[in-house]
């Protein structure tokens, strides 16, 4: 089972519609948990931090079901702008700041 | 404005050449990371710094060799040794502490062969 799984996509939606992305993880002993996106040929930017309680950020909600190994990103409302790929983000050891990323999960929302 | 500055923002690397890039913040963060990305292929770590004079290995380490002077500075060298360097190069920062933080990165280096 490779570390840190994503859906590759492309997922293809229309402006306004909600799309959730899934992920799943190898280590039961991973801590910390990220999402984050990166534009066409642009480097990473954080989107949100995971929490166990679920956390939500305006239109963006993030799970975390650690018996499952799941993290999930829902994107309500999406906006042409929220085009690009998202990157499902594991620490998979809590002693250290190494991260794993996924490959991403592209997203193309069009008009 | 803090932030992470590569450069150059492209490069290019003759046979047997050895290039350095290089990796500035002003975060005043400890914890340094160099990435290298591939089309279609998540981010594979190469080498990571958590305190000046000191490094560690990532998974892709071969062909490649880093120092850490400064606080501010993480350069990388591509040596001739690294037979496949063309790709997307992204260095990243973090805070120190229990667990790992969230990493921010620079706008990344785009290496190729002449």
């Known amino acids: 089972r490779k570390e840190v799984e994503q859906d590759p996509g492309p997922f293809n939606v229309p402006e306004g519609a909600t799309v959730a992305f899934n992920c799943t993880y190898s280590n039961s002993a991973s801590q910390s948990f990220f999402w984050y996106r990166q534009d066409c040929r642009k480097e990473p930017k954080l989107l949100m931090s995971v929490y166990s309680s679920g956390n939500e950020d305006g239109r963006f909600t993030a799970q975390l079901n650690r018996a499952s190994q799941y993290i999930s990103l829902l994107i309500r409302d999406s906006k042409l702008s929220d085009s690009a790929t998202y990157l499902c983000?594991?620490?998979?050891?809590?002693?250290?700041?190494?991260?794993?990323f996924g490959k991403g999960t592209m997203l193309l929302v069009s008009p | 404005d803090g932030g992470i500055t590569q450069s150059p923002k492209y490069l290019f690397r003759k046979e047997g050449q050895n290039v350095t890039l290089s990796c500035e913040q002003n975060?005043?963060?400890?914890?340094m990371y160099w990435y290298r990305q591939d089309p279609g292929q998540g981010l594979r770590l190469i080498y990571y710094?958590?305190?000046?004079?000191?490094?560690q290995k990532g998974d892709i380490a071969e062909g490649y060799s880093v120092s850490r002077e400064k606080k501010e500075s993480f350069p990388l060298t591509v040596t001739s040794a690294q037979k496949n360097p063309t790709a997307f190069y992204l260095c990243a920062s973090s805070t120190p502490g229990q667990g790992a933080k969230p990493q921010h990165f620079g706008d990344g280096t785009r290496l190729s062969i002449l």
């Open positions: 710094s958590q305190i000046v004079n000191d490094f």
């Open positions: 975060l005043n963060h400890d914890a």
């Open positions: 983000v594991v620490n998979p050891n809590s002693g250290y700041s190494t991260l794993t």
